[in-house]
Nanobody, 122 residues
Framework: QVQLVEAGGGLVQAGGSLRLSCVAS????????MGWFRQAPGKEREFVASISWSGGSTNYADSVKGRFTISRDNAKNTVALQMTSLKPEDTAVYYC???????????????WGQGTQVTVSS
């Protein structure tokens, strides 16, 4: 089993930046793809970004391209999401996930964190 714990959420003004982190523990020896998802009030959970085990391949939702950057440090079992130029539309609970998705998106992710709230004010 893999446990994921997110941190770094908070309140930020539009245009600001925030860095989320996720620490994995447990059976972390597999080459998991790591992803970030978010869920806004009244909406379905949506894909934000993902990164391959090596870090050589990343994917981003169109809504965050150019603004968010995903990274990972396998030695520390961490994955981060650097968010810049934040918009009120980015307000959501952000979740990190681990798994073996064939394509970007939720299918294939087996482990999920508890989520961290990000609120962007206008």
């Amino acid at each position: 089993q893999v446990q994921l714990v997110e941190a770094g959420g908070g309140l930020v003004q539009a245009g600001g930046s925030l860095r989320l982190s996720c620490v994995a523990s447990g059976r972390t020896f597999s080459r998991y793809v790591m992803g970030w998802f978010r869920q806004a009030p009244g909406k379905e959970r949506e894909f934000v970004a993902s990164i391959s085990w090596s870090g050589g391949s990343t994917n981003y939702a169109d809504s965050v391209k150019g603004r968010f950057t995903i990274s990972r440090d396998n030695a520390k079992n961490t994955v981060a999401l650097q968010m810049t130029s934040l918009k009120p539309e980015d307000t959501a609970v952000y979740y990190c996930a681990a798994g073996f998705p064939v394509v970007p998106g939720e299918p294939g992710y087996d482990y999920w964190g508890q989520g961290t709230q990000v609120t962007v004010s206008s």
